[in-house]
């Protein structure tokens, strides 16, 4: 059974910083392209930052540092200066590189407000 699990979330203030944590299950952890969306009330899911199977990283903004930890299956994001429209539920998600199957976690919120 595949799972992603995403922790880290949380209430932060307008500036201040987290990290987010995708631990996976289930999978051939190395095979696949990881990733962070988001969805804010309202809007469609987005696209945060991506990491290849060979650490090539790459996201919508500087603010935001995605790494990945094979030997944990886990991909981190690291968000910097968050900001009130950084709010949203993060997710986390698994791209097979081989077959294009992908898979989606529950989610974690993240709160900006002073």
């Known amino acids: 059974q595949v799972q992603l699990v995403e922790s880290g979330g949380g209430l932060v203030q307008p500036g201040g910083s987290l990290r987010l944590s995708c631990a996976a299950s289930?999978?051939?952890?190395?095979?696949?392209?990881m990733g962070w969306y988001r969805q804010a009330p309202g809007k469609q899911r987005e696209l945060v930052a991506t990491i290849s199977r060979a650490n090539y990283a790459d996201s919508v903004s500087g603010r935001f540092t995605i790494s990945r930890d094979n030997a944990k299956n886990s991909v981190y994001l690291q968000i910097d200066s968050l900001q009130l429209e950084d709010t949203a539920v993060y997710y986390c998600?698994?791209?097979?590189?081989?077959?294009?199957?992908?898979?989606w976690g529950q989610g974690t919120q993240v709160t900006v407000s002073s």
């Open positions: 998600n698994a791209v097979n590189d081989i077959t294009d199957f992908r898979y």
């Open positions: 289930g999978i051939i952890f190395s095979l696949y392209t």
